[in-house]
Nanobody, 121 residues
């Protein structure tokens, strides 16, 4: 079993910045892709950024150029630097990790509990 914990959300004025963190813990797992999802009010959960094992990144169009995803495999962590925030960025941000679990002999996905980001004008 792998646990995922996000942190770093909060209340920020439009134009401001926040940095989200995601840390995975557990036994006998190996991280592959790490992603950040956003779920706005009355909206479906949507992937906004993903980083692969070799550092390749993908961004959703609305955050391209403003958000930066990164990872630190020594810490089993992923980060999302969010700049130039606007009201449309408001929502709960979830970290999803795709891991290889040697005990189970398969890949699994794990989600964190989410961290709230609220952008006000």
């Amino acid at each position: 079993q792998v646990q995922v914990v996000e942190s770093g959300g909060g209340l920020v004025q439009a134009g401001g910045s926040l940095r989200l963190s995601c840390v995975a813990s557990g036994r006998n797992f190996r991280l592959t892709d790490m992603s950040w999802y956003r779920q706005g009010p009355d909206q479906d959960r949507k992937e906004v950024a993903r980083i692969g094992l070799r550092g390749q990144v993908i961004y959703e169009d609305s955050v391209e150029g403003r958000f930066t995803i990164s990872r630190d495999d020594a810490k089993n962590a992923a980060y999302l630097q969010m700049n130039s925030l606007n009201a449309e960025d408001t929502g709960t941000y979830y970290c999803k990790i795709h891991v290889w679990e040697s005990d189970a002999g398969r890949y699994n996905d794990y989600w964190g509990q989410g961290t709230q980001v609220t952008v006000f004008s």
